[in-house]
Each structure stands twice: as structure tokens, then as C-alpha cells.
């Protein structure tokens, strides 16, 4: 069974930093797009940052210069490091990736449990 699986979140300080890890686990064919969603307290679920299978990004304006997103296709990982946080990106962080599973070669859909992320002094 697919799994994604966030990792890294916590407290940080404005202006600090912190690297989110999301990793797929189980049986996998091919990972295709994966995006960092986030949402925070009392608000509705947005993008934050994706990547293609290519390696091709794009950001959210809210993010753009300060955000980065990459990944490991030998380890089936998708990061995004923060860098200059910001009260405004307290939120849950969420992944979600489109992934060919290894077994059924059947293309779905799936999304991480989350990880919160608290900018605070």
C-alpha cells in the first residue's frame, strides 16, 4: 500500500528555517507531479509549491524567493526547505503526490496525514 508520509515540521522563530521531507513508502512504479499544500488555522487548504516529474517548479506568490522545493527520486522523497519564516506560514503542511503503484500500475492520487508548522517568537 502507497503511503506519503511529511516529516520536519515544529516551532520555529520568524526569520528561521526548517526542511519538510514527504516519503513515499510501499510499492511504487513512478512518482509524477508532488505538491506542498498548506493550511492554516480557520482557513482553506492552498498551494504552496510543486514539482513535476522533470523537476520543473512553480511557487505561490506568498512563497516565491523564499520557499524552495526539490527531490530525491532514489529515495522517493520531495523536501521543501523555508527559509525567512513568517508568522503568516504557521500552518499544517500537507503532500500530495500522483503515483503509480508498483504492483496494479494503477495511477492515483494521494495525500500525506500533514505536518504543523508554528512560526512564533
Known amino acids: 500500500q502507497v503511503q506519503l508520509v511529511e516529516s520536519g515540521g515544529g516551532l520555529v522563530q520568524p526569520g528561521g528555517s526548517l526542511r519538510l521531507s514527504c516519503a513515499a513508502s510501499?510499492?511504487?512504479?513512478?512518482?509524477?507531479?508532488v505538491g506542498w499544500y498548506r493550511q492554516p488555522p480557520g482557513k482553506e487548504r492552498e498551494l504552496v509549491a510543486h514539482i513535476t516529474a522533470s523537476s520543473m517548479t512553480n511557487y505561490a506568490d506568498s512563497v516565491k524567493g523564499r520557499f524552495t522545493i526539490s527531490r530525491d527520486n532514489a529515495k522517493n522523497t520531495v523536501y521543501l526547505q523555508m527559509n525567512s519564516l513568517k508568522p503568516e506560514d504557521t500552518a499544517v503542511y500537507y503532500c500530495?503526490?500522483?503515483?503509480?503503484?508498483?504492483?496494479?500500475?494503477?495511477?492515483?492520487?494521494?495525500w500525506g496525514k500533514g505536518t504543523l508548522v508554528t512560526v512564533s517568537s
Open positions: 500530495n503526490a500522483d503515483i503509480t503503484d508498483g504492483r496494479a500500475f494503477r495511477r492515483l492520487n494521494y
Open positions: 510501499g510499492s511504487i512504479f513512478s512518482i509524477d507531479g
